[in-house]
């Protein structure tokens, strides 16, 4: 971890060093054709246009080169992609780094973005998180859970027919929606419904880079084609099926978080990814249509809070009180892996459920290694006999690409009847198993890498094959380097009661927040780990086009998955408290968040097997029937994030992309970055050792009995003494707010981050913040 203390030179080289590639890179071609995000100054408006749109047409029409191109009608409307005009204001435009340069002079543009593109991070979870047991029903009641709250899922769109969608019961679609269902092929104006309140498509942006979309391929209308969409909606507030189970496995009742909730489904990803102007128009759309949360299960890397458009325009939805959601992305066990790191997101790791579906490799010596699998097909193999193994790989810890098992490298003489072992990684790791199968092969055992250490996800494979881990995984292959060596397959079913669970999934993305030291991330982890939910018809459980396969559910990991349980989980805190922030949502969800897994002890990090830190988990793991009653929540508005921006040294003009909306200036009101009032508290030492006293502030506010005392207790540090002044809260009525302060006084410079916490309890509850203690360095 000492690797964090030098980040901010780090940062600043690197970025030097993207800078100069890029404009290496795009310095021959300026006449080339890109789609940009251009930010408007919605108040700069000349009296002379009647509305906004015809202003930002104007403007883009007036730096158009002069072509015979442009000469020919409807262009200008054509290079015109979007107009925004809710959570964000601007357009998206096709031009050329000449027009780009005009159009940045011109009066009342504040910020223009190049495209960007992103990539989706890729039933039993109620019962873990407590949804299913007898007394949650006084908590999640039909007069609650009923609801007309809306969740709106940007996504591949949604498949209407799938059962998780079926509307039976349901009341009538909620008066404030404002959405459409806009028709396509394969999707008509009934595949709304009571559930599905709305489906919308966005795909200007995904044409502008990659040509039309050919609709005889994919579908150019809300259905779901890859799965990921349906799956992800199903998360979230899918209705209660019995009996689901996909080939066999999980069977059992499956539903989503907020089963009473509607869905309205935004598809901005299409077969080569999802575009910023695209997922942005999404996002201004959704909260037109007057969304409750935003759930979004993608990302397309780290970019200063001023030059992030996912960021900004999260910012406008928070600003109309849309809780937004976001997938912490699957670049773990790496530290400063995370996406989606604003303080106005809610940024979800993963974590595993107590739910294994458990196979075992049985080796010529007798030896029996369990690891996971999913594969349900006509052809096993016989636990009776033993079958020839083999791995193409050598003793060396890097992977080749025989023993990766891509596509053309296996040698159907040397592999035709035998068991082959392939690593994972470059390639998904359900293909390894085709490559294998037909390459002759009757069975693989997929070996985890250093990367992805002890942690199993099971696959649904179109042949024999089963995943272990890293250190099974090198035995095994020590043993096939050998002569003679033999295996055979073996599939278990499904397993519950798993333990140790939860665990911190070795995929999901780690901390620190590189952009700021001051707001911890990731949030909190869900569980995102072989979770079963809905699944498109249009293609079979291992996504491969081979496989004809068809399932109304699938068994799905990634932190695509542990996003939408955090928003189903939002969408049940806002009815139940309808007046509630964006950001008291999240305060509930991560004070009341755990830390220890289901044999009492610390959690633990999948890659390592040790205990996880909150780089790691954040706040801790959700606990959804503790958050409905937090006892106090630390509430941030629209203002008070503008006043954290305030103190990132941004420019006035940089400011304006988030100011600019409501006339925000800065009051200066916080003294540090860390100062804003987060559930969690993040102490960042300067470089200069003289610096050893640091004081942060925080208020909470009471939601829960009106009269009511808390005391504190505070972790104690190697580094420093931490003191809390004051020691008790006590509280005269509902809503009060109450303020404290935290200082820390350094008394030995540490050269790894320490972590520990801060818990309020009054008796009844326990108001749990995470706290990180950081001292940089100097190169």
Same mark, same amino acid.
Not at 46 to 65: E, G
Not at 83 to 89: D, N, S
Not at 246 to 273: E, F, S, T
Not at 589 to 595: E, P, S
């Given at each position: 971890?000492? +690797?964090? *203390? ?17 404009? =290496? ?14 930010? #408007? ?17 104007? @403007? ?13 009608? +409807? ?45 989706? $991070? ?6 873990? *998180? ?39 019961? #349901?009341?009538?679609?909620? !008066? ?65 099926? $019995? ?16 089963? +009473? ?144 098992? *891509? ?14 072992? %392939?690593?994972? +990684? ?97 949030? #909190? ?13 249009? *293609? ?20 695509? =998955?542990? %996003? ?91 400011? =304006? ?12 009101? @916080? !003294? ?20 050893? =006293? ?16 808390? $005391? ?16 008790? @809260?006590?509280?005269?009525?509902? $809503? ?44």
């Amino acid at each position: 971890m000492a +690797g964090i *203390l030098v980040m901010k030179h780090l940062f600043f080289f690197v970025s030097v060093c993207l800078a100069i590639n890029l404009a =290496m890179c795009t310095s021959n071609i300026p006449n080339t054709k890109k789609t940009y995000i251009i930010q #408007m100054d919605k108040w700069a408006k000349p009296d002379v246009f009647i509305d906004h749109v015809k202003w930002y047409s104007s @403007l883009v029409k007036s730096v158009l080169a002069s072509t015979p191109e442009k000469e020919s009608t +409807g262009h200008e409307e054509e290079r015109l992609l979007y107009t925004y005009q809710t959570a964000f204001h601007g357009v998206a435009a096709h031009l050329s780094e000449e027009e780009v340069k005009k159009l940045q002079e011109q009066h009342g543009v504040l910020a223009v973005f190049p495209e960007t593109k992103y990539q989706l $991070h890729t039933t039993r979870s109620p019962m873990f *998180l407590g949804l299913d047991r007898y007394d949650s029903s006084k908590l999640w009641s039909d007069r609650l859970s009923d609801h007309n709250v809306i969740v709106g899922v940007l996504d591949t769109g949604i498949w209407p027919e799938s059962p998780s969608f079926n509307d039976t019961g #349901m009341t009538g679609v909620p !008066a404030h929606w404002k959405g459409a269902c806009e028709t396509g092929r394969g999707f008509e104006k009934h595949h709304c419904s009571k559930k599905i309140v709305g489906a919308r498509v966005f795909y200007r942006g995904y044409e502008a880079a990659y040509g039309k979309i050919n609709e005889r391929d994919e579908y150019k209308s809300a259905r779901d084609q890859d799965g990921h969409g349906t799956h992800t909606a199903g998360a979230v507030a899918g209705s209660l099926v $019995h009996g689901a189970n996909l080939l066999g496995y999980a069977y059992g009742n499956a539903r989503g978080m907020a089963p +009473g909730a509607r869905v309205a489904a935004y598809k901005v990803c299409w077969v080569g990814g999802c575009f910023s102007s695209d997922i942005l128009s999404a996002i201004d759309q959704a909260v037109a249509d007057e969304v409750n949360v935003l759930s979004i299960s993608l990302g397309g890397g780290v970019s200063s809070y001023n030059r992030d458009s996912l960021s900004i325009a999260a910012f406008g939805a928070m600003e109309k009180g849309v809780f937004v959601s976001c997938s912490a992305g699957n670049g773990g066990p790496d530290p400063i892996s995370l996406t989606n790191v604003s303080p106005w997101i809610t940024t979800v790791g993963a974590s595993t459920m107590d739910r294994d579906f458990p196979a075992t490799v049985k080796l010529g010596t007798g030896k029996i290694v369990t690891g996971a699998s999913l594969y349900k097909g006509r052809t096993n193999l016989s636990t009776q006999k033993q079958y020839p193994l083999i791995y193409l790989g050598n003793n060396s810890s890097s992977p080749m690409p025989g023993s990766l098992c *891509l596509e053309g490298t296996l040698d159907g003489a040397a592999v035709a009847g035998k068991i082959v072992i %392939c690593d994972r +990684g470059i390639s998904p790791r359900v293909q390894k198993g085709q490559v294998v199968k037909e390459a002759g092969g009757v069975g693989m055992i997929l070996t985890n890498t250093a990367a992805n250490g002890e942690e199993l996800v099971a696959d649904s494979h179109l042949l024999p094959a089963v995943a272990v881990g890293e250190m099974a995984g090198r035995a095994i292959k020590r043993y096939a380097l050998a002569r003679n060596a033999t295996a055979t397959l073996r599939f278990l079913g499904t397993k519950l009661g798993i333990r140790p669970s939860p665990v911190v999934a070795a995929f999901s993305s780690r901390g620190p927040n590189f952009l700021s030291l001051e707001i911890l991330k990731p949030d #909190m982890v869900a569980p995102g780990v072989n979770i079963l939910a809905a699944w498109t018809g249009a *293609l079979g459980p291992s996504s491969l086009p081979i496989d004809q396969r068809r399932t109304n559910f699938n068994i799905l990991s990634g932190t695509s =998955m542990s %996003c939408p349980h955090v928003s189903g989980i939002a969408a049940l805190l806002k009815a139940r408290h309808p007046d509630w922030s964006p950001a008291a949502i999240k305060s509930a969800l991560m004070t009341t968040a755990y830390v220890h897994d289901n044999t009492y002890k610390s959690l633990k990090d999948a890659s390592s097997a040790t205990p996880s830190t909150p780089y790691d988990h954040g706040a801790g793991h959700i606990n959804p029937r503790k958050a409905v009653d937090p006892g106090l929540i630390y509430d941030i508005g629209a203002q008070d994030y503008f006043e954290f921006l305030c103190t990132q040294d941004f420019s006035l003009s940089q400011l =304006m992309v988030f100011g600019k909306f409501s006339n925000r200036t800065c009051h200066h009101l @916080l !003294a540090n970055p860390g100062d804003l009032n987060y559930p969690a508290i993040s102490a960042v030492f300067p470089e200069d050792a003289k610096s050893s =006293m640091l004081t942060l502030h925080r208020t909470v506010t009471n939601v829960g009995s009106p009269v009511s005392s808390y $005391h504190v207790r505070v972790t104690s540090f190697k580094g420093a003494v931490v003191k809390v002044e004051p020691a008790s @809260l006590n509280f005269t009525s509902k $809503h009060q707010k109450l303020s404290y302060k935290v200082t820390f006084e350094t008394i030995s410079r540490q050269k790894a981050p320490e972590f520990g916490s801060l818990i309020w309890k009054d008796g009844t509850h326990k108001v749990r913040s995470p706290i990180v203690v950081t001292w940089l360095a100097s190169l």
